[in-house]
């Protein structure tokens, strides 16, 4: 009678502790499911996750390849930051003297890759063929599982200003060739904000001021364009676009042609925008890339 006893109040002790437990983990995040832990080295990932991930690198690969000089900044901290020879960065950017960089001016960081997007019946080999990189290369940088199995609209980087065929990739997208479409200071730069991308430069001016297109080309929409507000798109050729957002007035129409320096627009705040500036796009193939890349080494 003892012994049973003691079993009965041992089976109550640990139904206890077992509903207790189950409270506790209740009120705590979700742990790992048993099938995430199966290996360590290689966490459990469903097909989507795992392709969303790659795309996420992707796009954090292509971002961080240019710096706004903050107040106070010097090359040799922007290089140490960065992990990057102060010599090498001063080469790249053609400053001469190293000491004596200004407030919003761009610099550019080295190894620059361009965002491609995979166009129908493409193979991997034949990218490479036409941008003169090696298939190697592309396969390491991009994290490519089944270099044989590409997707039309997926994309990939490949890998710019490092000679050989690369040149092709810089022809396509003219570095450092622009003048600034507009006179004024970068109030939010390409890349990650609020856990989005913003694939554009914003660059702060007064209202009304004149817009001016960057290159040559034809204008393939001017009108409203949801949160971007009155938008001008700009084709130049090649795959190569340029976007102006956020105007309080066009001065173009659909189908004319524009010369580089000719005003198309005038700086507002239509759309989603919490002030008067402009919102500037390069698209290259119809892939957002940075366009401080393109932008004369200069501040806006």
């Known amino acids: 009678m003892l012994i049973t006893r ?16 189950c409270l506790a983990a209740s009120n705590q995040p979700a742990q790992a499911r048993l099938d995430e832990l199966l290996s360590p080295d290689n966490p459990y990932q469903t097909p989507l996750v795992a ?17 706004v000089v903050q107040k106070g900044d010097t090359l040799s901290e922007i290089a140490l930051q ?4 102060v010599n090498q960065l001063a080469e790249i950017n053609n400053l001469r003297d190293d000491n004596h960089i200004i407030k919003g001016q761009v610099i550019i960081l080295p190894g620059t890759a361009i965002p491609y997007r995979v166009e129908r019946g493409e193979t991997l080999s034949r990218i490479a063929l036409r941008f003169g990189c090696s298939e190697t290369r ?3 940088m991009n994290e490519l599982r089944d270099p044989d199995h590409i997707l039309a609209g997926q994309q990939i980087l490949i890998p710019a200003g490092q000679g050989g065929g690369d040149r092709q990739v810089s022809s396509g997208l003219p570095l450092n060739q622009f003048e600034w479409p507009v006179l004024g200071w970068i109030s939010s730069p390409y890349g990650m904000r609020d856990n989005a991308m913003h694939e554009g430069l914003d660059i702060a001016a007064d209202q009304g001021q004149p817009v001016q297109v960057v290159k040559d080309g034809r204008v393939v929409f001017a009108g409203p364009r949801g949160t971007y507000g009155n938008t001008v798109i700009v084709d130049h050729g090649n795959g190569l676009r340029t976007l102006y957002a956020h105007n309080s007035r066009l001065l173009v129409s659909e189908g004319e042609q524009v010369s580089a320096g000719q005003r198309i627009a005038l700086v507002g705040s239509t759309g989603r925008s919490t002030g008067p500036h402009l919102h500037f796009e390069v698209l290259l193939n119809g892939t957002p890339v ?6 004369e080494r200069s501040y806006a």
């Open 6 to 21: 003691k079993k009965t109040l041992i089976t109550a002790v640990l139904a206890t502790l077992l509903v207790t437990g």
């Open 51 to 67: 392709e969303q991930a790659v795309q996420q690198n992707i796009q954090a690969s292509a971002v961080p390849r240019t710096y």
């Open 82 to 85: 960065y992990d990057i020879d």
């Open 138 to 140: 592309l396969v390491e």
């Open 290 to 295: 940075d366009p401080a890349l393109c932008l």
